[in-house]
């Protein structure tokens, strides 16, 4: 018997999956059509088609964004990641905390400083502009995949962020699922006491614009690799190797004193598993970053420029990894 549940609001979950593909979609043509814009031919016509698919993803984006925090204002807990992260007791100015506590959040906010520093880079990377940006779109595909949630020959893709409480697979059957109007019964788990701190609004916003900063030099080096402008990609990257280290070590050392606040560690670092994932990728931007300058006085290694720039991207992946496939819960204080 197909029951007709009372007091869901499905329109801003559907709204939010419609958003969710068509960032997906807009950031694969955008991927497409910059590539085909780095071509020897050159066609214009391409890279035109690629901003409009780029500035159509950021407009997706957004729209995912402000479709979850509607719903996390409006605590529809018949949402299973509002149900999860917040509650009727939190206080207002925890809702940004429960956005980004969530892995599906977590990507979601990376991806919106992604968009952000794109379309900076549509506007100033001149020549580069189509290789840079093929790099940077195909990021935004893979970032998107994380929170579309299907399946696609029996392996699941992404977790989806407007999933209902009782479509989640820890849910189906269980007795609420059966009462027609449960969603006007029901309160959230709420947001973990640690993360109820005033650290939690600003250090993860920090961290991950540290994050997505280290792309856009790394985009700038498989570039030049690309193009077989070895040494020209550098001039161009130089002023973002340095916003990088600038924000990402503001980021690891608001990390630092939240910890030592609210851990009680006794100290600003305990080499957390997950703390050191996120200095490691500082430290190889910092040589990377120095290693462009240098070679603006003199010449120096380009092999070693190379490496550490890219690495540094490749740690940054490997960290959000670490913190959110659960693969430190026993040794991390990060595993909330």
């Known amino acids: 018997m197909e029951i007709n549940y009372i007091g869901e609001h499905l329109l801003p979950g559907r709204a939010g999956n419609a958003f969710v593909a068509l960032s997906f979609a807009a950031a694969a043509l955008a991927a497409f059509s910059f590539f085909k814009a780095s071509s020897p031919n050159d066609d214009r016509r391409w890279e035109a088609i690629g901003r409009v698919a780029f500035r159509i993803h950021s407009f997706a984006v957004i729209g995912i964004i402000l479709s979850l925090f509607y719903m996390l204002v409006n605590h529809y807990f018949e949402y299973y990641y509002v149900w999860q992260h917040s509650n009727f007791e939190m206080p207002l100015r925890y809702i940004l905390s429960c956005f980004w506590e969530g892995q599906e959040g977590s ?121 077989k402008r070895y040494s020209e990609w550098q001039q161009p990257a130089l002023p973002w190797a340095f916003f990088t280290v600038a924000v990402l070590g503001t980021g690891v050392l608001m990390g630092g004193i939240w ?57 940054v992946l490997y960290s959000t990894f670490l913190t959110r496939s659960g693969v430190l819960g026993d040794t991390s204080v990060h595993s909330f």
């Open 107 to 227: 990507f979601l906010l990376w991806t919106f400083w992604n968009i952000i520093l794109g379309n900076i880079l549509i506007k100033t990377a001149g020549s580069w502009k189509a290789p840079t940006l093929t790099i940077v779109s195909l990021v935004q595909l893979f970032l998107s995949s994380m929170i579309l949630g299907v399946y696609i020959m029996g392996y699941k893709f992404g977790s989806n962020p407007f999933i209902l409480l009782r479509e989640h697979p820890d849910m189906i059957n269980l007795p609420f699922t059966k009462v027609a109007d449960y969603a006007l019964k029901i309160d959230g788990r709420g947001l973990n006491p640690i993360l109820q701190n005033y650290w939690m609004i600003i250090h993860p916003p920090t961290l991950f614009l540290g994050f997505s900063a280290t792309l856009i030099p790394f985009s700038f080096a498989l570039s030049g690799l690309w193009k």
């Open 259 to 315: 910890a030592y606040e609210a851990l009680s560690f006794g100290g600003f670092w305990a080499w957390d598993p997950v703390e050191n994932a996120s200095l490691v990728p500082w430290l190889t931007s910092v040589g990377a970053a120095h290693l462009i300058l240098l070679a603006k006085k003199k010449k120096s290694s380009t092999r070693i420029t190379y490496f550490l720039t890219v690495i540094t991207f490749i740690f």
